[in-house]
């Protein structure tokens, strides 16, 4: 396959020719996002998994999910309301509330393997969360990387010892921020089709 910078012919792996061939990622949105961003992130995860992805609109009942002693909504009963994907397809929902799961102070996402499905927040991916200017490049990469790491649980991938690796485990922002949206080249054989 030719790199569409170069023209260099580059090796395509047994992964991205099944990915390119079988795999559909749909990424549902829970509550109001802008049009601009999902289009963006649409774009970024689909060259990062050699894919067609798709943008749904789900009317989940976030106030369901809510806590209001943690002003927050509780992530693994929304990831719940997605249901479960279809053998060929991943599904992750996307939702701009503070998420957490219990013994956390909050979590950017959740994936689980079984049903094919993940959630990310991009509430505290933002530079205004923190008071300061807002970068929406920077906000982009975030989610990207974020969306990316829960897709990769989806596909049988565990947390990864690489700091660079998307597949890090991020226990803050600057662990996401120093990390890559790719995987590391131990991770990217292990995805499981």
């Not at 090796?11 to 795999?23: G, I, L, Y």
């Not at 957490?100 to 530079?127: H, K, M, W």
């Not at 989806?154 to 662990?175: E, I, P, Q, R």
Request: glycine share 6%; hydrophobic share 40%; proline share 4%.
């Amino acid at each position: 396959m030719p790199c569409s910078t170069c023209g260099k012919i580059l090796k395509v792996t047994r992964w991205e020719s099944q990915a390119k061939n079988q795999v559909k990622i749909t990424l549902k949105l829970l509550g109001n996002i802008a049009e601009e961003i999902t289009e963006k992130l649409k774009g970024s995860v689909g060259v990062i998994f050699h894919c067609p992805v798709e943008i749904k609109v789900n009317f989940s009942d976030l106030a369901q999910a809510y806590d209001p002693e943690r002003r927050q909504y509780f992530s693994s009963k929304l990831l719940a309301s997605l249901g479960k994907s279809e053998r060929e397809q991943r599904i992750v929902g996307i939702a701009d509330v503070d998420l957490y799961v219990p013994r956390l102070n909050f979590v950017f996402g959740e994936a689980d393997a079984v049903s094919g499905t993940a959630i990310v927040s991009l509430y505290r991916l933002r530079q205004e969360y923190y008071g300061l200017a807002p970068d929406d490049a920077l906000f982009l990469e975030r989610a990207t990387k974020e969306i990316v790491h829960e897709l990769g649980h989806t596909f049988g991938l565990k947390h990864c010892s690489n700091n660079k690796c998307v597949m890090h485990f991020s226990n803050s922002l600057a662990d996401t921020d120093f990390k890559e949206a790719y995987f590391c080249p131990e991770c990217r054989p292990k995805i499981i089709l």
